[in-house]
Nanobody, 124 residues
């Protein structure tokens, strides 16, 4: 069982930056691939980024590629999402998720554990 808690959301102006953190409980964090998803009002939850168990492989949605960076610190049981050059279209609730299974890691259905979400609002 893994519990995930996100933090770091807030209100930022367009062009600004935020760093989201997701702290995981449990001693097996390093065995989980981790992902970030987001959901804007009235829209479906969408993939943002994912990172492999070791951190050696990362994946990004085209909409955030070059602006967002996912990373992890297995010693701290934490995964991060550094978000730069933020746009109003990035406004959403951001969720971190974890899975102990292989796969594409691009789809929400592949993840077993979810955090409660953190709000990110980008003003124009």
């Amino acid at each position: 069982q893994v519990q995930l808690v996100e933090s770091g959301g807030g209100l930022v102006q367009a062009g600004g930056s935020l760093r989201l953190s997701c702290a995981a409980s449990g001693r097996t964090f390093s065995r989980y691939a981790m992902g970030w998803f987001r959901q804007a009002p009235g829209k479906e939850r969408e993939f943002v980024a994912a990172i492999s168990w070791s951190g050696g492989s990362t994946y990004y949605a085209d909409s955030v590629k070059g602006r967002f960076t996912i990373s992890r610190d297995n010693a701290k049981n934490t995964v991060y999402l550094q978000m730069n050059s933020l746009k109003p279209g990035d406004t959403a609730v951001y969720y971190c998720a974890g899975t102990g299974y292989g796969g594409t890691w691009l789809r929400a259905m592949e993840y077993d554990y979810w955090g409660q979400g953190t709000q990110v609002t980008v003003s124009s």
